[in-house]
């Protein structure tokens, strides 16, 4: 029994757990194999030892972040700009403003970047925090399920296929346990873990065959675990600066961004040479020259877009996190949005994974089962003769009443009753075995205590069945066996009927098949069930190899009802151009039962099963691949093959996978995705995104924000870089029209930071268009300029240049009859860079959508960019009205009709693009008549 709360662990000795039994370090430990430590022992020792996590790793310092932000190339630039701007205005004895006002905005640049980079970082690492493995412990004698982060010395913790081991501990009792231990030793192959063994105390880490240490994964087997160090003590924590890698990926966008910046720059850095050396041939003043030459070079730099493209990409994590997808690596955001074929695991994704038995099929008898849930209260009713349904004694019948010992043994689940509820802890399957055994008056705590466990075979995907090896009651021991009803048919040469063992007929078997087809074309999960005696223990321990000379018992087919919300989804998916696609451990006719029903395939269509694609080539397997919807009894390597012949037809990728071997799959996918209930450790970590609700419907949620996160970033990116292209060809006009540059580079700087940046960042959280699951998949390489971006992006920049050079003709014939010449420059400048402003606000209202009129839209949708446009627009009227503003940005008042006359002009861009989305709709109107 675990020991009083008062006497506190004394210090564990240093690294030298292998050298101990099992009890030694129980009694070390002052903890018990089946009662753990007790409530108030866990709160001292917590107390003491702190909670078992890993002191992050510090990444990039923070100055090196700060001074990262100055490595972009387009600050650079900026940089290179604001001194050769110092230099002119010292030549000329004039403060320095514009080279002060650049090197603030730059460095401001760098402050929201850092910022946002931390933000980021910080955002991302509590995503990860969420995902932090569960852990099964004893505590109290109780079985209970605890975060990692709360394990103490002392914990009894229990493992299985595909945990991640939270902590280190000594084996206390282990089942072919083998565990992965590449985190910490660097070598792949799992190794067998034992127990009994007591080693020297020079044994290598690797060496240390009856201790577990927290990071490695179990790939196999199940042990019971004392938790013998947490936290920065473990194995992992001493090494932690070296695994824990902070990854600082860029997206492909990113990346892409990165692309333009250089493009941007380099062609500036041209046109500067260009328009001096025009200029000097043409005689012009050279300083002049320079300083048209450096408002041209900020012009054409959209110095606000990386920090609205970050913040987009962050706002995306958190709008799908709010619909269950938890994004892992920030690139899934964007990428999702390109996902064409969507392959989804069957149990718990399409359904609900609440298992509930219908019915039992022996050599005999056809039983139906009754209840709901998970209550251990139904009756069995015999199907030949519905008559005898209330007085029908299950225990009648030898058999079926072998069958439910069989549920028990082989069983790790536990039903429990909580609030008045019952409730499973463990698999769905098995629980439904419990209540089905408990039913028929056979209840697991008192036969697992009767006839103990010996050894096992535990399940896998690829076996499909699981064996243990239980005591006999009265000497000898019985193995039980379940599984895929093939495969363990297949291991029978007997067959139980009434208390007789038969050598089983080939009419048998068939007539099991036949069952086995019946029941699975209900869409039941169909388990068979089998058994054998031994008269002495198998030395060794049990293996494979005794799965043979089976007695067959029967069938259980259990109901595990589609997620009613799935069959709307999968809609949703064609619609949207996503082939969704069934891949299940199942059986054929169970899976293409439930695939009908939720419309992933139709009655004729064929399902390929495991053993089909085994036998296929590459060649033949790619030319099936985009026909098959549903893959059944499917083993995890299956998955890769079916994932890499999906990719070499050019599909975009995305598959759900919940086990260790699932995990190879799940990172060839382009987009990975864990179960966040189900799913082990292992398949988390190899994933993008983890379905919080394990719900494919999530998926399809999470492929619709990332369409909506691409839609806006294209849509902010045509609207700075549109204006960004029109400011250029507006500076570039004035020498042509006989006139100085209108703008000087920090009102350009203000434009493309404020009046763009603002707007831009409204333009972010833009909700998604309606029709926006009705478009086909955006192809993941496609370049930013794609689908007529590019065009539309200079055709705007030339009307609004079209309209600034109008208004700037005008605003200067005007100035220069009415007004004196020292005010008229700085007057008709105001005018051009007013109207070049407010245009901009017309074109943030009009780009919300590239088909629905404005009036056509529900302001309320996206209020923040009427908040914009509001703001801005203020802040530029203070530009001009405010005197210590306009003194500083080099403005001038402007009367309330000059304003009038700006404020007609840019309307017209506003007007420009409403007529474009008629034009558009004309025409696709026309063409679909
Ligand atoms: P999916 O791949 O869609 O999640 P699945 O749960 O059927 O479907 P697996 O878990 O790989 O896939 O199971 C494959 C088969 O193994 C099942 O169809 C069933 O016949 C058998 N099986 C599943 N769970 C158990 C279990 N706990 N014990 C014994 N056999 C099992």
Known sequence: MALETKDITPAPPVARWHTFTADESLELLQSDPDQGITSQEVAARFERYGANELVEKAGRSSLKIFIDQFTNIMLIMLMAVAVVSAVLDIRDNEFPKDAIAISSIVLLNGILGYMQETNAEKALAALKRMSSPKVRVIRNGEVIEINGKELVPGDVMLLEAGVQIAADGRLLDEQNLQVRESALTGEAEAVNKEAKLVLEEEASLGDRLNCVYQGTEVVQGRAKVLVTKTG????????????????????????????????????????VALVVLVGMLNKGNFGDLLKTSLSMAVAVVPEGLPAVVTVTLALGTQRMVRRNALIRRLPAVETLGSVTTICSDKTGTLTQNKMVVQGIRTGLHSLQVTGDGYAPIGKFNVLENSSEDSNFAVNNIPEVQQLLMACVFCNDAILQQKNGEWIIIGDPTEGALLVLASKGGCEAAEWQHRMPRVFEVPFSSERKRMSVLVQGEHGGNVMFCKGSPELTLECCTHIQIGDQIHEIADHQRQNVLTQNNELASRGLRVLGFAYRTFSDLPEGGLTENDESNLIWLGLVGMLDAPRPEVR??????????????????????TAKAIAIDLGIAREGDHVLTG???????????????????????????????????????????????????????????????AMGITGT???????DMILLDDNFATIVAATEEGRVVYTNIRRFIKYILGSNIGEVITIAAAPMLGLTVPLIPLQILWMNLVTDGLPALALAVEPAEPNVMQRPPVDPRENIFARGMGAYMVRIGIVLAIITIALMAWAHGYTTTHFDEIYNKERWATMVFTTLCLAQMGHAIAIRSNTQLTIELDPRTNLYVWGSVIMTTVLQLVLIYVEPFRNFFGTHLISTT????????????????ELEKLVIRWWLWKRQA
């Open 611 to 673: 053993r089909e694609l085994e036998r296929m080539t590459s060649e033949d397997l790619d030319r099936e691949v985009n026909l098959v919807n549903v893959y059944a009894r499917v083993s995890p390597e299956h998955k890769l093959r079916i994932v890499q012949a999906l990719q070499r037809q050019h599909q975009f990728v995305a598959m759900t996978g919940d086990g260790v071997n699932d995990a190879p799959a799940l990172k060839q996918a382009d987009i990975g995705i």
């Open 681 to 687: 450790d292992v398949s988390k970590e190899a994933s």
């Open 898 to 913: 000059e304003l009038a006359v700006c404020v007609g002009f840019s309307s017209l861009m506003f007007v420009w693009i």
């Open 232 to 271: 920065m003590q473990t194995e992992l924590g001493k090494i932690a600066a070296l695994i824990q890698d902070v990854e600082n990926e860029d997206t492909p966008l990113q990346q892409r961004m990165t692309q333009l910046g250089n493009v941007l720059v380099s062609g500036s850095l041209a046109l």
């Open 568 to 589: 709307d989804a999968v809609k949703r998916c064609r619609e949207a151009g996503i082939r969704p696609v069934m891949i299940t451990g199942d059986h054929q006719l």
